[in-house]
T-cell receptor, first 113, second 113 residues
Framework: GENVEQHPSTLSVQEGDSAVIKCTYS??????FPWYKQELGKRPQLIID?????GEKKDQRIAVTLNKTAKHFSLHITETQPEDSAVYFC????????????FGTGTQLKVEL | GAGVSQSPRYKVAKRGQDVALRCDPI?????LFWYQQALGQGPEFLTY????????KSGLPSDRFFAERPEGSVSTLKIQRTQQEDSAVYLC???????????FGQGTRLTVV
């Protein structure tokens, strides 16, 4: 089955700096890669996703890049703000039928003033 | 509907007790997933329904775990003879097939003592 690895497990940045979180996946058939933000005690919420026919996607301060050959994808947050502090999870799935998500182990991002 | 609703939010069970966790998904979503999230980890897939049909239960950790969705809307995850290792947050998600967003509920935090 699919295996997703995520690094780093914790990340501390100064407000206004950029943050990068990296994930690798094992199943070359995976073709959908969402990123979820989870604040303490709350539900995971989708912040951005990318499909395998696209190499990069951007939404305001958030961008995701995908390298299918290397089987890795990354989340980039620019101009970080304190409200960006949360746990971020990457995930991978195969679309079609019941495409269950395989999640990474999460990155605790802390944006310091 | 306004979103995915799960109940109870918190459940404390004595070891050996049976528990039932409820998920009321967004109206019209045919797909429903259950995930288990241990402390400090990413969600892990348990089972998937398309309408009332349970199409994938490969993630259920043992035969003590049972899920149903008899009318294709509300789903119940039942855990029999709970054990300490069952302590986790159980998340329900609606949608999420075909590379679309999975909407998560707030989860039920189960603590087995």
């Amino acid at each position: 089955g699919e295996n997703v690895e995520q690094h780093p497990s914790t990340l501390s940045v100064q407000e206004g700096d950029s943050a990068v979180i990296k994930c690798t996946y094992s199943d070359s058939a995976s073709n959908y890669f969402p990123w979820y933000k989870q604040e303490l005690g709350k539900r995971p919420q989708l912040i951005i996703d990318i499909r395998s026919n696209v190499g990069e996607k951007k939404d305001q301060r958030i961008a995701v890049t995908l390298n299918k050959t290397a089987k890795h994808f990354s989340l980039h947050i620019t101009e970080t703000q304190p409200e960006d502090s949360a746990v971020y999870f990457c995930a991978a799935s195969i679309t079609g039928g019941g495409n269950k998500l395989t999640f990474g182990t999460g990155t605790q991002l802390k944006v310091e003033l | 509907g306004a979103g995915v609703s799960q109940s109870p939010r918190y459940k404390v069970a004595k070891r050996g007790q049976d528990v039932a966790l409820r998920c009321d998904p967004i109206s019209g979503h045919v797909s429903l997933f259950w995930y288990q999230q241990a402390l400090g980890q990413g969600p892990e897939f348990l089972t998937y329904f398309q309408n009332e049909a349970q199409l994938d239960k490969s993630g259920l950790p043992s035969d003590r775990f049972f899920a149903e969705r008899p009318e294709g809307s509300v789903s119940t995850l039942k855990i029999q003879r709970t054990q300490q290792e069952d302590s986790a947050v159980y998340l329900c998600a609606a949608g999420g097939t075909g590379g679309t967003e999975a909407f998560f509920g707030q989860g039920t935090r189960l603590t087995v003592v």
